[in-house]
């Protein structure tokens, strides 16, 4: 059925260019991109904002009480055609890349109210399917009846290498090691953490794209696609 639009859950490590390939897998597909990352830093950016984060511990019960103000939305830009997430009505999306926040999410991201709360969002955004969502937890948690789960991964080394040239690119001072230590931290802690760890699904195909330029992800990815609508 040519016209039968699917959900992809696209699952991984922190940096494994997640947000690079379902961008581009979305675009090539007229599908809309979720950035589910976006969204816990959002939140952790609005705790740290109050003053609920210190030495990175998060103030748990404070946090929990201010969820249901926090309003966080998608919106594509034009000019520069990137989707760019707002928080009550702010355009935060350069603020939530920044280390600060990347250093404080993953604790945030281990609350499970803060889950709870993102996970109902993320399945209200999807209802609809015809969506490529990247997250930790998209094909074990939100979408569990996802058409096609992927699991991505690169070695930590490449990923940090990324990250870097990322934030270089945007005229940030940062260290490579700084970063390295950064996403050794984050995928112990996403890995490990009681609430939703980061686990292939069983289901979910593993890709690694430590020798992958993201076209040839994308080929990759739309011939599965192709392969998951035929066979539905
Ligand atoms: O993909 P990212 O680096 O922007 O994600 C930021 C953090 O949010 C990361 O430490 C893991 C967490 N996260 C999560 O727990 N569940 C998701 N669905 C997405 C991100």
Known sequence: ????KIIVAIDGHSSSGKSTI???LAASLGYKYI???AMYRAVTLYALRKGFINNKAVDKDKLIQVLPEID????YNPETKKTDTYLNGENIEDEIRAL????NVSQVATIKEVRMAMVKKQQEMGKERGIVMDGRDIGTVVFPDAELKIFLTASTKVRAQRRYDELKAKGL???FDEILKNIEERDHIDSTRKESPLIKADDAIVLDNSNMIPEEQNKWLLKKVEEVKNAH
């Open 72 to 75: 966080i939305r998608f919106r």
């Open 22 to 24: 379902s961008k581009q």
């Open 1 to 4: 059925m040519e016209h039968k």
């Open 100 to 103: 600060e926040v990347s250093n």
């Open 173 to 175: 001072d940062v260290s």
């Open 35 to 37: 950035d589910t990352g």
